[in-house]
């Protein structure tokens, strides 16, 4: 199946109806006919009010398959050991939904009809962190944001989860209001949307990496609905196939411009060349121009253009140019 049929089925069982207080069952967890053997599973783990899913699951193995794709070339050094639903059954969980749901069809209200409902991934700091957060929600302990990865690209939760006993990690995929989003810097003191205008931030527009979520919303704009348990041998080996940082772009900024172009969004466009024009005029240093353009643009999409272009700069080897000339 392809992810996009994937994502519509994992969407429809999860979807905001148009009834706000009806909480469906396939995310609340909550059913009349719920099985023995859920029953027996949610006491044993009645501690955290989660339930297990196996393997054979539908849920389960769109999510495995889901985390394990967006991995990439660490997918091969990653273990799962366990992915539990939220089972969202006592009264105060509920209510949470509902407050997420209600959030969420204001945000629609407000936002022209689309509240921009996402899943993404929270990396948590441990076992007591995930049985915080779904017992009494994000704490300030958090800061001033909480940050999230977006389901697909999963790598900078995984590289911000606390390593546990025998080596375990703990992932929390949650479902997000973004409404309206706003580049953010990841070194930002917001604690709140720059103005109405925002709900959320992102560090690009086209590609991106990571969901903030403001402390003054992270209770209401976020809700925890899976936890999924894994370990992984080495982070390193990933850095190295490709997804390590930047430092320059290694092309001419009119040529990463006219490149960018061609994938990007108008509004990234003219966010760059804003930033590129403050650059000549000795407003801004070429690092800030760097890392602005990293925050719009995304570091993915600049390895694959910075990896064309040099490709096409690249000399040619006395061998090539010896087949050209036919000796």
């Known amino acids: 199946m392809e992810f996009a049929q994937q994502q519509e089925q994992w969407d429809h069982g999860a ?19 719920t099985t023995g053997e859920e029953q027996r599973q949610r006491r044993q783990n009645s501690d955290s009010f989660l339930v297990w899913l ?5 849920v389960y193995d769109l999510l495995k398959t889901r985390f394990l794709h967006g991995l990439g070339a660490l997918s091969s050094k990653a273990e799962i050991l366990a992915i539990q639903r939220n089972a969202c059954s006592d009264a105060v969980s509920q209510a949470r ?12 209200k407000l936002r022209g ?9 929270y990396g948590s700091s441990g076992e ?19 940050c999230l990865s977006p389901d697909d690209s999963p790598l900078q939760s995984v590289k911000s989860c606390a390593v546990g006993r ?4 703990h992932l929390i995929l949650c479902r997000v209001i973004l409404g309206r989003t706003e580049i953010v810097q990841a070194d930002t003191k917001q604690c709140y949307p720059s103005c109405a205008d925002y709900d959320s931030g992102v560090d690009s527009f086209s590609a991106p990496t990571k969901y903030m979520i403001w402390s003054s919303r992270m209770n209401t704009h976020v809700w925890p609905a899976y936890v999924l348990s894994f370990k992984v041998s080495s982070l390193k080996a990933v850095e190295i196939e490709g997804y390590g940082r930047p430092t320059s772009p290694s092309v001419p900024f009119p ?31 070429r690092h800030e121009l760097i890392e ?11 390895f694959s253009i910075i990896k064309y272009y040099r490709a096409k700069k690249k000399p040619t080897s006395f061998q090539q140019a010896r087949s050209k000339n036919g000796n």
């Not at 979807?15 to 006919?33: K, L, M, N, Q």
């Open 255 to 285: 040529t990463l411009i006219s490149m960018l172009s061609k994938v990007s969004p108008q509004l990234d466009i003219a966010l760059i060349c804003k930033f590129y024009k403050a650059r000549k005029e000795k407003k801004i240093s």
């Open 292 to 302: 602005k353009v990293r925050q719009i643009a995304g570091d993915k999409l600049l």
């Open 15 to 33: 979807s905001i109806g148009e009834d706000s207080s009806t909480v469906s069952d396939c995310e609340s967890g909550v059913s009349a006919t």
């Open 166 to 169: 025998d080596g375990v990690r």
């Open 113 to 121: 009809g689309d509240s921009n409902v996402k899943y993404a991934w």
């Open 97 to 108: 939904l509902r407050s997420f749901l209600v959030y969420a069809e204001a945000v629609s």
């Open 128 to 146: 007591n962190d995930v049985r915080g957060i779904l017992s009494n929600g994000f704490s300030h302990v958090h800061g001033n944001s909480i």
């Open 54 to 58: 196996g393997e054979g699951d539908s």
